[in-house]
């Protein structure tokens, strides 16, 4: 079998995550959102390959090519598919592992932060309040050229309040955490769903935090953990939180990087 590039092991981690079934409360092959569908996922992942084989190649920094993907996939409207996921995955394309990822992230510089800031701008990505640095607010770039942030520097702030931002600044721990729980459930897209309940399971979904409030991260971080445990079923989980609107985003984009470190260690997607 020939081996994958970086950028196309990094697409494939993308149409993995989104076609496995049921992941409680996300677009699946089973599952639409009204503005958002099945096919934008896909779109995205297909769209993404220029900024991912550029990411590959070295060509740009970070936040550039965290921009690139995100004008490359923004051109139908299915809004903010992939923005956390193209955060995780262009480091780790450029250093192709999480310890070469880590070492990206340490050359950050402030053009990267005020091209991150521009990606930002061009998505539809939720946020829980304004903050001194707030990506809508002109004034912001001004701010981060004048305090000399780089964008390891704009993560760091953003990641008390964002699990994906945690990645860049723990190592990329949940991400790991993912993969090893890919290796341990075996092949296939079944494997894909229980690692996605292992890590709904361990920690409150920040997307829900800042779509729903802290008490139903909670709460379905809990009834994951039940799912897990025996004490609830998983399609009536999935079921209600598609209709109370609760999609776990951020585990997903962290998912997609799990995929993309276990793929690169010999996980198998098709057996």
Not at 193 to 221: Q, S, Y
Not at 230 to 244: H, M, S, T, V
Request: net charge negative.
């Amino acid at each position: 079998m020939r081996t994958l590039t970086r950028a196309e092991r990094a697409q494939l981690a993308m149409v993995l995550e989104v076609s496995a079934y049921p992941k409680p409360g996300n677009v699946d092959r089973c599952h639409d959102y009204p503005n958002t569908r099945l096919e934008h996922f896909l779109a995205s992942s297909i769209l993404a390959r220029p900024a991912l084989e550029a990411a590959e190649r070295g060509e740009g920094g970070v936040g550039t090519l965290i921009h690139r993907a995100v004008e490359c996939t923004s051109g139908y409207s299915g809004g903010n598919t992939h923005f956390g996921a193209f955060i995780l995955l262009i480091p780790l394309v450029m250093g192709d592992s999480i310890d070469g990822a880590s070492k990206v992230i340490a050359t950050t510089t402030v053009d990267d932060a005020v091209e991150f800031y521009h990606a930002f701008g061009k998505t539809e990505v939720r946020v829980i309040e304004k903050h001194e640095l707030d990506v809508h607010d002109p004034d912001s770039i001004a701010a981060l050229r004048s305090r000399g942030m780089n964008l390891y520097d704009v993560l760091l702030y953003s990641a008390p309040r964002d699990m994906v931002a945690r990645e860049w600044i723990n190592g990329f721990q949940m991400t790991r955490r993912g993969a090893d729980l890919l290796h341990a459930a075996g092949c296939g897209r079944d494997a894909i769903v229980e690692a996605f309940l292992g890590l709904l399971a361990l920690e409150p979904d920040t997307f829900i935090f800042k779509k729903h409030g802290p008490d139903t991260a909670w709460r379905t971080m809990e009834k994951a953990r039940e799912v897990r445990e025996g004490l609830r079923d998983l399609q009536a989980f999935d079921q209600e939180c598609i209709d109370k609107g609760i999609n776990p985003g951020s585990i997903a984009d962290i998912i997609i990087a799990s995929l993309y470190i276990a793929l690169g260690e010999g996980w198998q997607w098709d057996c």
